[in-house]
């Protein structure tokens, strides 16, 4: 009779190093996931990149305030042309 329980041990220990990638890989994907959600949300403006969560700091770092930014330069270059205060 041939001795079964090495081939066992091996396919055991082959099964849990697949389980085991796959948990290395699921945690890697939501760790990955989880940062480009936080860099969604900081440009789109719900969430401060830094503890502010006002004023020009925080403004600054969402898409929001860098377009009323803009905007606001563009009235001031347009004011200063047309010598209006």
Do not use: C, W
């Not at 994907?29 to 830094?50: D, E, W």
């Not at 905007?71 to 205060?85: F, M, Q």
């Amino acid at each position: 009779m041939t001795d079964t329980t090495s081939v066992s041990s091996s396919t055991t220990a082959f099964l849990n190093r697949q389980a085991n990638n796959v948990n290395q890989a699921k945690a890697a994907t939501g760790s990955v996931f989880a940062n480009m959600l936080n860099q969604t949300q900081v440009a789109v403006g719900l969430r401060p990149k830094t503890g502010f969560s006002s004023g020009a700091t925080y403004e600054a770092t969402t898409i929001a305030g860098q377009t009323k930014a803009a905007y606001d330069s563009v009235v001031n270059a347009t004011k200063a042309a047309l010598h209006i205060k």
